[in-house]
């Protein structure tokens, strides 16, 4: 079963940095993309940057390029997302997930497996 935790939200000014970790378990796919999505109250969920694990190639959303970076452990099954200068509109639930193999190319993040989510409130 495949298990995703996430930790690292919390509540920081606008301007402000977060480090966002989800730890992986339950699953021995060969290549598969983690990442995150995220969604505010009332709107859409936002896929927001996921790696592959295999190459290490990247996706962001418009939204985030250049303010979040995403980076992996592949030994420790684990990812980050450090966000810089964050945005009121950053506000939301972000969730780990997996999309599994086969990968899609370029990523699109095409999840299948989702943690519970970890809150991220900035305040201006």
């Known amino acids: 079963e495949v298990q995703l935790v996430e930790s690292g939200g919390g509540l920081v000014q606008a301007g402000g940095s977060l480090r966002l970790s989800c730890a992986a378990s339950?699953?021995?796919?060969?290549?598969?993309?983690i990442g995150w999505i995220r969604q505010a109250p009332g709107k859409e969920r936002e896929g927001v940057s996921c790696?592959?694990?295999?190459?290490?190639?990247?996706y962001y959303a418009d939204s985030v390029k250049g303010r979040f970076t995403i980076s992996a452990d592949n030994a420790k099954n684990t990812v980050y997302l450090q966000m810089n200068s964050l945005k009121p509109e950053d506000t939301a639930v972000y969730y780990c997930a997996i999309e599994p193999p086969p990968l899609i190319r370029p990523l699109r993040c095409l999840y299948d497996y989702w943690g519970q989510g970890t809150q991220v409130t900035v305040s201006s």
């Open positions: 790696i592959s694990s295999s190459d290490g190639s990247t």
């Open positions: 339950g699953f021995t796919f060969d290549d598969y993309a």
